[in-house]
């Protein structure tokens, strides 16, 4: 009932299937699911890949899943293998994959949940190649040697992950990973794992290299918590952090092995592991090297049975050096346990040169109100011999955490030290005295230089175009006293000026600005009062005008003009502007001169007229306007008589607008085809003698316009009578 043929999109839906259909060199592709599978030998050369997570291959504890020979190579991709078991206590080998001399490959796959009765609770290697890339190898268990795996063979390790892995028989060694070949391991997180006698994680037993590999909270009963190294190991770019050994090496165990036995560790923390009799390194050992170069040993502790803790962070024989390493302070730790002593004694290690902790600010002191870059680094050390500090050159691969903080209790930074170093920019605050650095147990102090308390005084302001109004800015104390000839500076519109204040703590700045708005960029720079910044708004206004002129009265047609008066807002004249005016539907333009005067003639008919004036603005000056009325009134010509004798007078009157005699004004009557001028008298009255024969005429009464009165004219209908 079993269907697939072992295509991509249509794979076999049993392991043991696809294997026995296979060629060399095949592809097997597994579905996602759930597979049985016990026991399979592999042969050949052969990749099995599934879906990362949901391709799951359970030996459901009855035995081990792959058996590889010499002839095999095997690679495995984005499989979840669980539950293999090898109990049997002399046979058992490889929980979960025994690799007889062939070549294992793992990419991205789990091995978890797996028992050996003996040795490789997941995996054993024997004189094959091993390699694990982006791999989890979780909760695997052996009795004897290799939690997770034993390996007498060539073994490649790259970022993956091993936690919980573990030995359970009381002289079992290696919690993690026993190896007896060639082994390079990199990238790599050990968490966890545990060993009842040695090497929490790792066993060397021949040739290893662990480079930016972390080992947290491994853990034995007896020695070596992490690393049990029995011939040659170089760690570089490590961490070893929580591990713990009931009785010594918390982190690294070099015992004797019958022949020299080397580890060499450089670049790499050792923080807060702790034992019960020897430090975090143990090298207690005769025909054992150690190396320790460019390290952090910080926080380790001996774990007193009477309770209480002392911190010692390394146990030396003679055969082991410590260059150029940090200790978690600038004095190195007094305790140090020899294995040939029976007490603990505070001798000092036989360290000779040891990086020192330097905290600088690149003003010397913290000054305020300007930029402090604050400077941590491990970048120099102590020569034991000559008792001088010297400059450490090499690169410095510990990323420890400098924590910089105030007297206030203000946490300013936490940063990690890239090749040694850590550097922050800082401001002190108005309250901060004294900034500290923090480096592991080393904590250096910079004080703040204080200075006393000022104040920048400076207003918005708005002025006109051209008027003679100065920025005023004025420095005080903090009890309002004039702090005289101090600097200010003062940027505005591109230019820089630099000004000392007077004896008032004043200083001013003249505005010769163009109409707009402007930011003045104001600063006090002090070495004995606060400084201070502040920005300021200018704005220039265009010059406010207004329009003098006042309602008119005239008479028609004659010469009386409108006046009308442009003022800026001092009330002094602007000429050469162009006014408006808008009369009867109509508008008229014209210039002003030099005392800001326009004139405008008024040619309406008699009438009441509502005048509108205004100036619409330009560059620099603002519009206005003003509303009057003019008046166009005419004299008033009156004639009576309708029926006139002849040889009598015909009599005409002029007053103005006001009931006054017009006197001495010529008037002129037009009869039957005739014209008469006549002059007023001081009663304002011409008078035209009647001669011309009975009858009926029209007579025409008019006088013409003068610098005063307008023209009018009237016409009347007379009968002459006998």
């Given at each position: 009932d079993l269907t697939g043929d072992g295509s991509k999109d249509n794979p076999y839906k049993t392991v043991k299937q696809g294997i026995e259909n296979s060629n060399n060199q095949s592809i097997i592709y597994l579905s996602e699911g759930n597979f049985d599978a016990q026991n399979i030998s592999i042969d050949k050369t052969l990749t099995i890949e599934g879906v990362k997570d949901k391709t799951v291959i359970d030996a459901n504890h009855i035995s081990r899943i792959f058996f590889m020979t010499s002839d095999a190579k095997l690679t495995l991709i984005r499989l979840t293998l669980i539950n293999g078991n090898m109990s049997n206590n002399e046979t058992g080998l490889g929980g979960s994959i025994y690799n007889d001399g062939g070549e294992l490959t793992l990419i991205n796959c789990t091995i978890k949940d797996s028992y050996s009765g003996l040795n490789g609770g997941a995996i054993y290697n024997n004189m094959g190649k091993l390699s694990l890339i982006e791999s989890d190898i979780i909760n695997n268990t052996a009795v004897q040697?290799?939690?997770?795996?034993?390996?007498?063979?060539?073994?490649?390790?790259?970022?993956?992950?091993?936690?919980?892995?573990?030995?359970?028989?009381?002289?079992?060694?290696?919690?993690?990973?026993?190896?007896?070949?060639?082994?390079?391991?990199?990238?790599?997180?050990?968490?966890?794992?545990?060993?009842?006698?040695?090497?929490?994680?790792?066993?060397?037993?021949?040739?290893?290299?662990?480079?930016?590999?972390?080992?947290?909270?491994?853990?034995?009963?007896?020695?070596?918590?992490?690393?049990?190294?029995?011939?040659?190991?170089?760690?570089?770019?490590?961490?070893?952090?929580?591990?713990?050994?009931?009785?010594?090496?918390?982190?690294?165990?070099?015992?004797?092995?019958?022949?020299?036995?080397?580890?060499?560790?450089?670049?790499?923390?050792?923080?807060?592991?702790?034992?019960?009799?020897?430090?975090?390194?143990?090298?207690?050992?005769?025909?054992?090297?150690?190396?320790?170069?460019?390290?952090?040993?910080?926080?380790?502790?001996?774990?007193?049975?009477?309770?209480?803790?002392?911190?010692?962070?390394?146990?030396?024989?003679?055969?082991?050096?410590?260059?150029?390493?940090?200790?978690?302070?600038?004095?190195?730790?007094?305790?140090?346990?020899?294995?040939?002593?029976?007490?603990?004694?505070?001798?000092?290690?036989?360290?000779?040169?040891?990086?020192?902790?330097?905290?600088?600010?690149?003003?010397?002191?913290?000054?305020?109100?300007?930029?402090?870059?604050?400077?941590?680094?491990?970048?120099?050390?102590?020569?034991?011999?000559?008792?001088?500090?010297?400059?450490?050159?090499?690169?410095?691969?510990?990323?420890?955490?400098?924590?910089?903080?105030?007297?206030?209790?203000?946490?300013?930074?936490?940063?990690?030290?890239?090749?040694?170093?850590?550097?922050?920019?800082?401001?002190?605050?108005?309250?901060?005295?004294?900034?500290?650095?923090?480096?592991?147990?080393?904590?250096?102090?910079?004080?703040?230089?204080?200075?006393?308390?000022?104040?920048?005084?400076?207003?918005?302001?708005?002025?006109?175009?051209k008027e003679n109004k100065d920025l005023e800015i004025k420095l005080t104390d903090n009890n309002n006293n004039p702090l005289y000839n101090k600097p200010v500076k003062i940027l505005l519109n591109g230019k820089e000026y630099n000004l000392a204040t007077n004896n008032n703590g004043i200083v001013k700045v003249p505005l010769d600005l163009n109409i707009g708005t402007y930011t003045a960029k104001i600063s006090f720079d002090d070495e004995e009062y606060r400084n201070q910044n502040k920005n300021v708004k200018i704005t220039v206004l265009k010059n406010k005008t207004s329009i003098k002129a006042s309602n008119l009265v005239k008479y028609y047609k004659n010469s009386t003009k409108l006046s009308v008066k442009l003022l800026d807002n001092n009330k002094k004249p602007l000429k050469s502007k162009t006014v408006k005016i808008r009369i009867a539907g109509k508008t008229y333009s014209k210039t002003t001169n030099s005392k800001g005067i326009a004139t405008f003639a008024i040619n309406q008919k008699v009438g009441t007229y509502s005048v509108k004036i205004s100036f619409n603005g330009d560059k620099t000056y603002q519009s206005s306007s003003k509303t009057i009325k003019v008046y166009v009134k005419s004299a008033k010509l009156t004639t009576k008589t309708k029926k006139i004798h002849r040889k009598s007078y015909f009599v005409a009157t002029l007053k103005d607008k006001n009931g006054k005699a017009i006197k001495k004004t010529k008037v002129k009557f037009k009869l039957n085809g005739k014209t008469y001028t006549r002059t007023t008298n001081n009663k304002g009255i011409a008078k035209l003698k009647i001669t011309v024969k009975i009858g009926t005429y029209k007579i025409k009464t008019s006088f013409k316009s003068t610098k005063i009165y307008g023209a009018t004219v009237f016409t009347n209908k007379i009968k002459v009578l006998r």
């Open positions: 040697y290799g939690g997770a795996i034993y390996s007498a063979g060539i073994t490649n390790i790259e970022n993956s992950y091993f936690t919980e892995n573990h030995i359970t028989a009381e002289k079992g060694v290696g919690g993690a990973i026993a190896c007896g070949g060639i082994a390079s391991i990199s990238n790599t997180l050990f968490l966890k794992n545990y060993a009842i006698y040695s090497a929490g994680a790792i066993l060397n037993l021949a040739n290893a290299t662990l480079n930016n590999c972390s080992f947290i909270n491994q853990t034995t009963e007896y020695t070596g918590g992490a690393i049990s190294n029995h011939n040659y190991m170089v760690i570089n770019n490590s961490i070893f952090s929580g591990g713990y050994s009931r009785f010594y090496a918390a982190a690294i165990l070099a015992p004797p092995s019958g022949q020299h036995v080397v580890t060499e560790v450089y670049n790499t923390i050792f923080e807060k592991n702790y034992v019960g009799a020897h430090g975090a390194v143990s090298n207690n050992f005769k025909d054992t090297e150690l190396k320790m170069e460019n390290c952090a040993i910080v926080g380790n502790y001996i774990l007193l049975e009477q309770g209480g803790k002392i911190y010692g962070d390394i146990a030396l024989d003679d055969n082991a050096s410590t260059l150029y390493c940090w200790w978690g302070q600038n004095e190195i730790s007094p305790y140090y346990y020899s294995p040939h002593s029976e007490t603990y004694e505070s001798w000092k290690i036989n360290a000779s040169k040891w990086l020192v902790m330097e905290f600088t600010s690149s003003n010397e002191i913290i000054k305020q109100d300007v930029n402090n870059v604050l400077n941590v680094n491990i970048k120099h050390y102590f020569d034991n011999e000559t008792k001088e500090i010297y400059d450490y050159d090499e690169d410095i691969n510990l990323p420890l955490t400098v924590k910089f903080y105030t007297n206030t209790g203000q946490t300013i930074a936490e940063v990690e030290l890239v090749n040694g170093s850590a550097s922050i920019n800082y401001i002190p605050a108005n309250n901060v005295k004294t900034v500290y650095a923090k480096l592991s147990n080393q904590t250096i102090e910079i004080s703040v230089k204080q200075k006393n308390e000022s104040k920048l005084i400076a207003s918005d302001l708005s002025k006109y175009y």
